[in-house]
């Protein structure tokens, strides 16, 4: 991979809805299939990459896109099912909380409302659990379990870097060996 990225096309591409996007989307492909170093970037950060090529976005397309990648349907739904199993769970147990759980609140479903034992490693912040936590005590009592795939399903599928970070790919400090070529369909 070249260091430095050929120059975008000329002409910026105004994007300011899904619709806009949608009727763009050969001319954003052929750029992007143009320049392959910004369209690897895609994978680092698609906002960057669209800017790099001169697309214009206004925020609500930007969430529109990184929601979309991020959340894929079917993550989506699992989602949704899982705050309605969690929400009826929890109920059951007597206590009203709110998705997502805080800490605080994480904890004291687990040694309070549970009553788990903290492990060795949490015994230090009683009352809470540090994000992260769950799936360690997800063996141990099933709303736990369900309670951890919620926190990995609210991720999302896709953590996109940093503008930082995508600069260092862009300038080649950084590499993404995984990924030789990329081409867009137009």
Request: aromatic share 6%; proline share 8%; no cysteine.
């Amino acid at each position: 991979m070249s260091k430095r990225p050929r120059p975008a096309p000329k002409g910026t591409i105004r994007v300011e809805t899904e619709r806009d996007l949608r009727r763009h989307v050969r001319a954003i492909s052929k750029r992007l299939n143009e320049n392959p170093d910004i369209a690897r970037l895609v994978f680092v950060n698609p906002i960057l990459a669209l800017q790099d090529l001169d697309v214009e976005l206004t925020a609500d397309v930007k969430k529109h896109i990184m929601e979309a990648l991020r959340f894929p349907p079917r993550l989506r739904e699992r989602k949704a099912v899982l705050e309605q199993e969690l929400h009826g769970d929890i109920g059951e147990l007597g206590v009203r909380m709110r998705l997502p759980l805080s800490p605080a609140q994480r904890g004291r479903l687990l040694f309070e409302v549970l009553s788990l034992e903290p492990l060795k490693e949490d015994a230090g912040s009683p009352g809470r659990l540090p994000p992260g936590r769950t799936p360690a005590y997800a063996e141990l009592h099933p709303v736990v379990a369900k309670l951890a795939e919620y926190e990995r399903v609210r991720q999302g599928s896709v953590v996109f870097q940093s503008k930082t970070s995508y600069q260092a790919f862009k300038r080649g400090e950084k590499v993404h060996a995984w990924l030789d070529r990329v081409t867009f369909d137009v």
